[in-house]
Structure formats: structure tokens, C-alpha cells
């Protein structure tokens, strides 16, 4: 029987999230026939290592954000030789750099939107960009940290009082509809439109209970859609992701454009998370969608 290891926890921001999607994962790869070693990851790296001897065949990487998904623990099991799911050091490393991202995705030719890097006590001094603009950190996941200042907002000195991550990117605001692609090597999966019961798909809105709603497949025209799913492909390819992956964008109706926000290489691994719910609607159940994500990294190693 093969071993799996799955890493969650781990120490940033989205720790809470990392151990709701570890605990599921391993419990899916259970049902599929692995024997599943849960290991919490904490700063202690000298522990995790202890915890992977004897050594596993493989390990599911379901840790999130920094430490988890910006290539510093895929760098860590490269050095030791375990094979791992998602993404490796460099896909991992890049798109968790959203400077370094939207380099490459302009590079390719992919839609992204107008933004400049400050820091952030230039907020209180002057507008960065004309608003409404989008105020997020450059390395961290899950809307943490992210924050939109429209006409007639006065809040920009309480987020630059507040705010605790290094540079920040301020973005174009856009105005739309949340679309996600979710993609599986080199096959987008569908659109799904994610509809915020607040003011915006935050940290909140994406793990609180009712936070959130989502309709999928989207219910967008179909030419859109063809190429929100080519746009993620093709952003997919451009960081050279592997495994899985899931793309963000925004779909300005009036203007009839689509906008890659960003590329989440670690996505959500709850039976219900954006991915996993795509992949259900398209006949691969939780269980066999966490397999191939293991079956993917033994193929790479």
C-alpha cells in the first residue's frame, strides 16, 4: 500500500485553513486505499523532518501560503528527494510573488490590470493609482490583507496604520463579476462565479460559513467562458504550475474583457472548496481527485 504523507498547518496566516483542508484531504485518501500519515506543521523544521522517517512515498503538499506554497517546502523536499503534489519551487515561488507574476503573465500576452508597487506609507500622502484601486500585499494568499478604496473613502491612513506585510501592490479596481477556473495539468475544469454575500470576496467571504455562493458552471456566455478556461490554461503553463491549479479573474461585462487577477498553486482541498467542487461536477469525486494529485507527483519523481 502506498504512504502518503499530508503536511497542514504550517505558520502563516492561513494556518485554520491549511488544517481543515489537511484533515479532509487525508481522510479522502483513506477512502481511495492509501495509508495516510497527517503531519501538523509547525516553525519546528528539525520535527517535520523526524515526522517524514521513516520516509513516505509521496507527500500531498496542504499547507497554505507563506512558508506553505511559496516554494519554500518544495525546496526543502527537493533537497531531501520526496516527491510532492502541486507545484514545485519555481511555479510556487512566482506566482506567490504577485510582482513577479504579473511580469510573467504580461509577458505572455495574458490580460492583467494596471498596478504599481508602493510603500505603503505613500497611502496617506497621495491616491497611488486613480480610484477606486485595490490595496493587497505582494506575498500573501487568500484576500489576506486586501482591502478597496472607492471615491469618498477615507480609510487609507487606518490601512497604512494597519498594515503589516512589507511593499504593497495597489491594482486597478475592476469592476465585474468573480469568475475561477480551476485546472488540472493542462485542462481547465470550468467556470464558476463566485458570489460575495459582502462587499467583496475577502478573507471572510471566502471561509466563513455563508460567506460566499457559487454557481457553476458560471452563467456567462459561452465564449466567455471559453476563454476564461484558456486564459488559466495558458497562466498555468506561463508559471510552469503542475498539478493543479486555480485562476482568478474578473469579468467586466460593460467592457466586455476579462482580467487574471492572480494564480493560486495550492488551491482550497475541502470537499467543498472551488476546485474540488469543479472537479465533482465534471464526474471526479474528492477521493479520486486527491489520488491523481498523488498519482501526478509520483509520475514527476
Known sequence: MMRVAVLMGGI????????????????????????VTPIIVTED?????????PRPDVVFN??????????????????????????????????????????LFISAGLPVAPHKIIDIAELIERD?????????????????????????????????DSWQFGLAMVEQYIPGRELTVGVLEDRALMVTEILAAEKFYDYHAKYAAGGSRHVLPAEIP?????????????????????????????????????????????????????????????????????AWMVEMAICRA
Open 128 to 160: 497611488p493609482l486613480p480610484r477606486p484601486y485595490v490595496v493587497k500585499p505582494v506575498n500573501e494568499g487568500s484576500s489576506v490583507g486586501v482591502s478597496i478604496v472607492k471615491e469618498g473613502d477615507n480609510h487609507c491612513a487606518e490601512i497604512a
Open 45 to 53: 523544521l528539525a520535527a517535520l523532518l523526524a515526522d517524514l522517517t
Open 222 to 290: 459561452e465564449d466567455i467562458a471559453k476563454a476564461a478556461k484558456e486564459i488559466a490554461v495558458a497562466a498555468h503553463k506561463a508559471l510552469g504550475c503542475r498539478g493543479a491549479s486555480r485562476s482568478d479573474l474578473r469579468y467586466d461585462e460593460d467592457e466586455g474583457r476579462l482580467i487574471l487577477l492572480e494564480v493560486n498553486t495550492q488551491p482550497g482541498m475541502t470537499a467543498t472548496s472551488l476546485l474540488p467542487e469543479q472537479a465533482a461536477q465534471e464526474g471526479m469525486d474528492f477521493p479520486a481527485l486527491c
Open 62 to 103: 496542504a499547507l497554505h501560503g507563506r512558508f506553505g506554497e511559496d516554494g519554500t517546502i518544495q525546496g526543502v523536499l527537493d533537497y531531501i528527494g520526496l516527491p510532492y503534489t502541486h507545484s514545485g519551487v519555481r511555479a510556487s515561488a512566482l506566482a506567490m510573488d504577485k510582482v513577479a507574476a504579473k511580469a
Open 12 to 35: 502563516s496566516s492561513e494556518r485554520e485553513v491549511s488544517l481543515n483542508s489537511g484533515a479532509q484531504v487525508s481522510e479522502a485518501l483513506k477512502k481511495a486505499g492509501y495509508e
